[in-house]
T-cell receptor, first 111, second 113 residues
Framework: RKEVEQDPGPFNVPEGATVAFNCTYS??????FFWYRQDCRKEPKLLMS???SGNEDGRFTAQLNRASQYISLLIRDSKLSDSATYLC????????????FGAGTRLFVKA | NAGVTQTPKFQVLKTGQSMTLQCAQD?????MYWYRQDPGMGLRLIYY???????DKGEVPNGYNVSRLNKREFSLRLESAAPSQTSVYFC????????????FGDGTRLSIL
C-alpha cells in the first residue's frame, strides 16, 4: 500500500463547477499536510498548507481528517486556469522527517 | 525573489558523457533535495541533504552522486549518462521544521541520446 494515495483522475469539469479531491495517508506519524499544483512539465508549486481546523484560500478549501487519515481539496467556481495536476504531500515524523508526494490527480476544466 | 535556482534549464548529452546539475537556494533552508520526474509519472527522490555536510540516498540513487557544497548549494552529478536518465530533474529545499513545505526550482530538462 502506498503511503499517500490519490485518485489519478482525470476529472473533467465545466467552468464554474465545484470539484473535490481526496487523498489518504497510511502513516499515523504524519505531521503536516500540503496541496501542490503542477502544470504540465513545470515544477510543483505550493497551493496551500492544510491545517487541523481546515482552511480556505479564495476558491480553495482544504480539510484534514486525522481520524480517517485523509485530506481533501475543494475548488469552487472552477476556472480554465485551474487545469493542472494536484499533488497531495505529507511530512511524516518530527526532527528527521520525510516528505511523501502523492502521484497526483489530473483536473481538466472545460469551457 | 529567486527562491530555488537550477542551471542549466535544458541539456542534451551523449551516452557516457558526464554532467553536473547545479542548484542554489536563497531562503536559508537547511534541507535540499533532488528529484526526477519522467513523463506521466510522479516525483522520485534521488538524493537529499538534511543539513550542510550530510547527504543521503533516496528512492533512485543509482547512477548519480551529489555534493552539498555549502548551505546554499546542492549539486547532482551524472558520471556516465545513460538514456534511462533522460528526465526532468527538480531541486527543492525546505526548512528544518516538519511544518515547512518544500519549494522547487523550475527544473532541468535533460535528454541523453
Amino acid at each position: 500500500r502506498k503511503e499517500v494515495e490519490q485518485d489519478p483522475g482525470p476529472f473533467n469539469v465545466p467552468e464554474g463547477a465545484t470539484v473535490a479531491f481526496n487523498c489518504t495517508y497510511s502513516n499515523s506519524a504524519s505531521q503536516s499536510f500540503f496541496w501542490y499544483r503542477q502544470d504540465c512539465r513545470k515544477e510543483p508549486k505550493l497551493l496551500m498548507s492544510v491545517y487541523s481546523s481546515g482552511n480556505e484560500d479564495g476558491r480553495f478549501t482544504a480539510q484534514l481528517n486525522r481520524a480517517s487519515q485523509y485530506i481533501s481539496l475543494l475548488i469552487r467556481d472552477s476556472k480554465l486556469s485551474d487545469s493542472a495536476t494536484y499533488l497531495c504531500v505529507v511530512n511524516i515524523g518530527a526532527g528527521g522527517f520525510k516528505t511523501i508526494f502523492g502521484a497526483g490527480t489530473r483536473l481538466f476544466v472545460k469551457a | 525573489n529567486a527562491g530555488v535556482t537550477q542551471t542549466p534549464k535544458f541539456q542534451v548529452l551523449k551516452t557516457g558523457q558526464s554532467m553536473t546539475l547545479q542548484c542554489a537556494q536563497d531562503m536559508n533552508h537547511n534541507s535540499m533535495y533532488w528529484y526526477r520526474q519522467d513523463p506521466g509519472m510522479g516525483l522520485r527522490l534521488i538524493y537529499y541533504s538534511a543539513s550542510e555536510g550530510t547527504t543521503d540516498k533516496g528512492e533512485v540513487p543509482n547512477g548519480y552522486n551529489v555534493s552539498r557544497l555549502n548551505k546554499r548549494e546542492f549539486s547532482l552529478r551524472l558520471e556516465s549518462a545513460a538514456p534511462s536518465q533522460t528526465s526532468v530533474y527538480f531541486c527543492a529545499s525546505s526548512g528544518r521544521q516538519t511544518s515547512q513545505p518544500q519549494h522547487f526550482g523550475d527544473g532541468t530538462r535533460l535528454s541523453i541520446l
